[in-house]
């Protein structure tokens, strides 16, 4: 199994503003996914990051909105720019071991 | 491409009497078929898979799912439920093989446990 952490817990943002948002897993690992939770609705995979290489975004999703770093094998960072009220969601972090995906505890994002 | 539905989004249920929840899938490809499990504010846990083998898989805590690949289905059950039971209930696929390993997540099933 892997352990993940993501910082921070929570957050109230203001409209215009930029989150960074931190996850890091206790082994390495080649994949790194990561979802938004919007209110009472599924999960909605945002992009795939593969250290080394540029992030892999899913349709509706870009870059300039939810960049992506993977600076090394256990760590990665999705920044949520230019926030706005309809971008008040849980972001969870996962990866994936033998073919199951483990995922960190979330950010519970708040934009006001 | 791939696709999830769990037709019951929420299903109300008295404590120990028995539980299904439906999932189908929609797939042109073989798939792996999960259930997560998400109680009240908290973070996202694997309940059971099933990757290969018999197509009976259960869980440590008395939930089993059947994966019946002529209806392409994965319904989870448990014979007598618990009040801690209640959360929000997710099934998934990820298509095996192939380039991407993302999962791919039903609208889930609030399972609502009353005394």
């Known amino acids: ?112 | 491409a791939q696709s999830v539905t769990q037709l019951d989004s929420q299903v109300p249920v008295f404590e120990e009497a028995p539980v299904e929840l439906r999932c189908n899938y929609s797939s042109s490809v073989s798939v792996y078929l999960f259930w997560y499990v998400q109680y009240p504010n908290q973070g996202l846990q694997l309940l059971l898979k099933y990757l290969s083998g018999s197509t009976l898989v259960e869980s440590i805590n008395g939930f089993e799912a059947e994966f019946n690949k002529s209806q392409t289905s994965f319904h989870l059950r448990k014979p007598s439920v618990h009040i801690s039971d209640t959360a929000e209930y997710f099934c998934a696929v990820r298509p095996m093989g192939g380039a991407t390993n993302k999962l791919i997540f039903g609208t889930g099933t609030l399972l609502a446990v009353q005394p």
């Open chain 1, 1 to 112: 199994s892997a352990v993940i952490s993501q910082k921070p817990s929570r957050d109230i943002c203001q409209r215009g503003t930029s989150l960074t948002i931190q996850c890091q897993v206790d082994s390495q690992v080649t994949m790194m996914f990561w979802y938004r939770q919007q209110p009472g609705q599924s999960l909605t995979l945002i992009a795939t990051a593969n250290q080394g290489s540029e992030a892999t975004y899913e349709s509706g999703f870009v870059i300039d909105k939810f960049p992506i770093s993977r600076p090394n094998l256990t760590f990665s960072t999705l920044t949520v720019s230019n926030m706005s009220p309809e971008d008040s969601s849980i972001y969870l972090c996962s990866v994936e071991l033998s073919y199951e995906q483990y995922f960190g505890p979330g950010t519970r994002l708040t934009v006001t």
